[in-house]
């Protein structure tokens, strides 16, 4: 008989969480760890496996689970490994899979988080039944999963899907944390949504309860509660944001001609502050085959939930 | 038995050239018309059947062929029509592939003239054995061709790999045949770069041989053989062209991670004068992960040949 549970894992820079997901998708039991208070990756498996054990003996033990799933950052499909991930405590290339297998003594397959997310959207969320689409992750950095003929974007080299080190500005751009200029995650990320405030409160003279707040600590979330009351600068910063995010979609669009873009993340919960900035920018710079046909969409999944499900979807490739 | 031969033909805006292919990829005869004298589509086809009704005799008659396979500006594999191709002389939406198999008695399938080369290259060219390679065809256009896992990627509508059209110059961007402005074709193509080399003339006091030249006609072949001499000019002119491709190649490596990218049309086979500033371009503007990774390789088919050759193993197909 197919066993019937699966582990899904969604590692992030501050915490991981976990938990035990059917096949229809129920998550049947959930915890978390704090990712950074593990500087000794080995460590780190121990505390997992400690927090998953409770939770796979209340399924019936070992001998009921498929597999495991994992979405961590700069995770590779193809070599099981985190490679080089510059927001983890790990250095170098860590060999998360076989330390996993090593562990739980059971399957696991490894994928970057925003690749997981895409894999929750597809076999959870809005994007149910579509074969070709694009996950946008709106965090602390800018992430993205491609999806083309029902499949994930993996590429040559197991890294595909790096559409947040795309260049969005050639000329005066901002610093990457990459090292590059003008990387559309230097604009669209939570970080640099607060940038665009402050520069935006810096040059312009118009009165804005944005003003009130530290500057160095504005967040998406400020910028929406500040626009929904009508805030001239805190909609000026979702328009400028939107049609910037607009204008890189035209382009992916030109690559894969998607279905839909899904936006996965608190910037995508902005509603038409955001959605509209950015189907204009999307539609004055696509071709005309396409303007007015490429959906736009916000994930309909809670955040928690949809990394953990697209996690787990992975648990049941089985991958020895 | 399985039929021996298929028919291949590259739609072009100014010639159709067309073959019969064996299943080595050996062109058992080939000839061509001119597109643009028959304004009437039916026209265009029973010329297409008058050309090749003498190789189809010369290899035992229409028994043995499996289908045609065509490679058409604007061809949509989906519908199998022409849709709004702007240098063909038809209008709308032109269903070739009915056309085709009404007249011939034979399953045609059709696809744009990008991604027939790069099928071309695939089977019988420089990128033999891989499976995640992006062709760009320089010529009148920029077209692209890509490959993930092996299959072309077609998108949602069948329209996926207009690379030609994603936008390179943000501000003051030259206009494009298609509307907008920046579009890489508008710097790339043979009148692109013709443009280039009018504006660094018009700019520059340095001698230059191309000055000699009607500057309204100069094609990349003048400038080509302007550089091999050491003409300053027209060595800036490939550096400039060469770096902007770079930069755009690197967004195209952010997305599907290729093992190659391939270089199809005559600008390709500059050598190192093209391909220095294209590598440098692109290791400038790529994550680290890929610096130095990536091959950019010329095609090594001739050109016509490709185009016939990989519009041919769609033939192969045989979709009724």
């Known amino acids: 008989m197919e066993k019937p549970y699966v582990i899904g894992i969604d590692m992030g820079g501050t915490g991981t969480k976990f938990g035990i997901v059917d096949t229809k998708g129920n998550i049947l039991g959930q915890g978390s760890i704090p990712t950074p208070e593990y500087p000794e990756i080995q460590d780190y498996i121990d505390a997992l496996y400690e927090g998953l054990l409770p939770l796979i003996e209340e399924v019936g033990g070992v001998s009921q689970i498929k597999g495991i799933g994992i979405g961590a950052p700069n995770g590779n499909y193809y070599t099981s490994s985190i490679e080089f991930a510059p927001n983890l405590p790990w250095k170098g290339v860590v060999p998360l899979g076989n330390l996993l297998k090593a562990k739980f003594q059971l399957p696991a397959v490894v994928t970057n988080d925003a690749n997981a997310a895409a894999i929750g959207e597809m076999t959870y969320g809005v994007a149910r039944g579509m074969k070709n689409f694009i996950i946008i992750t709106l965090g602390t950095g800018v992430g993205s999963g491609i999806v083309i003929n029902g499949d994930l974007v993996y590429g040559h080299d197991g890294f595909a899907g790096e559409l947040g080190h795309t260049t969005i500005r050639r000329t005066n751009g901002r610093l990457c944390g990459c090292g590059k200029k003008g990387c559309l995650e230097t604009y669209a990320s939570a970080t640099g949504v607060a940038r665009t405030a402050r520069e935006i409160i810096e040059t312009s003279k118009e009165d804005s309860t944005l003003r ?29 944001t939107g049609n910037l995010l607009g204008e890189a979609f035209a382009d992916f669009v030109a690559f894969s001609a998607p279905e839909a873009i899904v936006l996965f993340g608190g910037l995508a919960q902005a509603g038409d502050l955001i959605m509209k900035p950015i189907k204009d920018g999307l539609d004055n710079n696509v071709l005309p085959i396409w303007r007015g046909k490429i959906k736009v969409l916000p994930s309909n999944l809670k955040a928690s939930d949809a990394a953990i499900l697209g996690a787990s979807a992975l648990g049941w490739e089985g991958k020895e």
Chains 1, 2 share one sequence.
């Open 212 to 240: 009130s707040l530290d500057i160095e600590k504005i967040t998406s979330k400020d910028v929406y509660e500040a626009a929904i009351k009508g805030d001239k600068v805190a909609k000026e910063i979702f328009q400028f």
